[in-house]
């Protein structure tokens, strides 16, 4: 059964940086494109970034141009670098992996609070 585990939350002020991670383990995680979403107070989950399994890399609007992701297949990780972060970036953000026809899988989540 797979999983993925994330960490690097916390409480960072404005204008800080912080580098979520995410392991995975239990499924190939070369063949599956790797994705980070969160959550923030009182709206829906949404869409942050993407690493294809191919290579392609693309991010959301609302974070483009501060935050940027990356992965290392022989550690079976992805990263999200979140700079420049505000008071609205709080969230709850979770690692997600897909591949088509192949189950899906969910990280617990990893709390971020920007807050002076």
């Known amino acids: 059964q797979g999983q993925l585990v994330e960490s690097g939350g916390g409480l960072v002020q404005p204008g800080g940086s912080l580098r979520l991670s995410c392991v995975g383990s239990?499924?190939?995680?070369?063949?599956?494109?790797m994705n980070w979403y969160r959550q923030r107070p009182g709206k829906e989950r949404e869409w942050v970034a993407t690493?294809?399994?191919?290579?392609?890399?693309e991010v959301s609007d609302s974070v483009k141009g501060r935050f940027a992701i990356s992965r290392e297949n022989a550690k079976n990780a992805v990263y999200l670098q979140m700079d420049s972060l505000t008071p609205e970036d709080t969230a709850v953000y979770y690692c997600?992996?897909?591949?088509?026809?192949?189950?899906?899988?969910w990280g617990q989540g990893t709390q971020v609070t920007v807050s002076s």
């Open positions: 997600h992996a897909f591949e088509l026809l192949k189950p899906e899988y």
């Open positions: 690493f294809t399994h191919f290579g392609r890399t």
């Open positions: 239990g499924f190939t995680f070369g063949t599956y494109d």
